[in-house]
């Protein structure tokens, strides 16, 4: 749904912020590129299933919590 996209945006940066990572931290963690994560949290790309899942698993949380 598009009118969630800008809070689950802003969960996966809020996510990630709570480990007190950087982008490139946890584009690292999840085996995905930074720049991936830059344009995910910006608005700039929607993610794939297994994106949502590789980011899901490095951040400790349920996919649907970060789910675009």
Do not use: Y
């Amino acid at each position: 749904m598009k009118t969630e996209c800008p809070n689950k945006r802003k969960a996966l940066r809020e996510h990630r912020l709570d480990k007190f990572w950087s982008q490139a931290e946890l584009a690292k963690q999840a085996g995905i590129g930074a720049d991936t994560v830059n344009r995910l949290e910006n608005g700039k790309q929607n993610p794939s299933f297994i994106t949502i899942r590789k980011l899901a698993k490095a951040l400790e949380v349920k996919p649907e919590e970060i789910e675009f």
